[in-house]
C-alpha cells in the first residue's frame, strides 16, 4: 500500500487586543482587531485554492475566529466543520495573564536572579523561562515547559494517528509558541526559529515519520483586499 503522508498548514492566529496592547495572553480570551481580521481574510485569499480535508484549531476563541475567517474565504474546501482541541492552546502564564510583557518578564527575571530581562533573555532558552514563569507564579499554576509541551505532542500525536498516510491536507489553526515549538521539537533544521507574525503560514509535510518543513512563519502569501 503506497504511503501518501499527510500535509499540515499551521496558521498562527490574527492579531488580539492583548497582543496590541502587549499584555501576556496565554489561556485569556480576547477578540481579534480590526486589523488582526483584515491579515486573517488576507492570508485567507492567500489560501482560498487550497482544499483542506480537515480543520482544527485550539479551543480558545482567537483560534476559532481566525479560523472561521480563514474558511469563508476558501473555494476549495468542502467540509468545513472546525474541531476544538484543548491540546493545542497557547502557553498558560498563570496569574501574569493580562500582565503587561514588560511587568512579567521583569518580575520573572528577578525571581531568576537576573539583574535585567535583557540579561535574562541573553543567558536563557525559551523553556528556561516558561520553568521561570511557572516558579515565579505564586500558585505555580503557569506551566512549565514539559507540561506545555506533553499536551501539545499529546494533541499532534492524535491528529498524526488519524490522517498519517491518507495524503490529506490539514488546516491546524493555534498559537505561536505552540506552532513554534511543535515544529522546533519535530524538525532538526529549525534550531533557532524566528517568533511567528500573527495570520502567518507554516506548511509542512509527514511521510514515513518524518516532518519536512516547505514554508515557516510565512506572509508572502498575503493577498490585498483590492486584487
Not at 475567517?69 to 498563570?94: C, Q, W, Y
Not at 524538525?187 to 526559529?193: D, F, G, K, N, S
Request: charged share 30%; hydrophobic share 35%.
Amino acid at each position: 500500500m503506497e504511503n501518501k503522508g499527510m500535509t499540515f498548514y499551521l496558521v498562527r492566529h490574527g492579531e488580539t487586543y492583548f497582543n496590541y496592547y502587549g499584555r501576556m495572553q496565554g489561556w485569556s480570551n480576547t477578540p481579534l482587531t480590526e486589523n488582526g481580521k483584515e491579515d486573517v481574510r488576507r492570508s485567507g485569499r492567500g489560501l482560498a485554492d487550497v482544499k483542506f480535508d480537515a480543520i482544527y484549531t485550539s479551543d480558545l476563541s482567537r483560534t476559532i475566529e481566525t479560523a472561521n475567517l480563514i474558511l469563508e474565504e476558501n473555494h476549495a474546501t468542502e467540509d468545513k466543520t472546525l474541531h476544538s482541541m484543548p491540546e493545542f492552546r497557547e502557553v498558560f502564564f498563570g496569574s501574569m495573564e493580562g500582565m503587561y510583557g514588560s511587568e512579567a518578564y521583569a518580575k520573572v527575571a528577578e525571581h531568576m536572579g537576573f539583574e535585567s530581562v535583557k540579561e535574562m533573555f541573553r543567558n536563557t532558552t525559551i523553556p528556561e523561562r516558561m520553568n521561570g514563569f511557572h516558579d515565579a507564579d505564586p500558585d505555580h499554576y503557569a506551566e512549565d515547559f514539559m507540561t506545555f509541551w506533553s499536551r501539545i505532542e499529546r494533541g499532534l500525536l492524535e491528529l498524526v494517528d488519524r490522517h498519517r498516510d491518507t495524503g490529506e491536507t490539514i488546516l491546524l489553526v493555534a498559537h505561536g509558541q505552540t506552532i513554534r515549538y511543535m515544529l522546533q521539537s519535530l524538525v532538526a533544521e529549525l534550531e533557532e526559529p524566528d517568533n511567528l507574525l500573527n495570520a502567518s503560514v507554516c506548511k509542512v509535510h509527514y511521510h514515513s515519520g518524518k516532518f519536512h518543513v516547505e514554508r515557516y512563519n510565512d506572509v508572502t502569501h498575503f493577498k490585498d483586499a483590492d486584487k
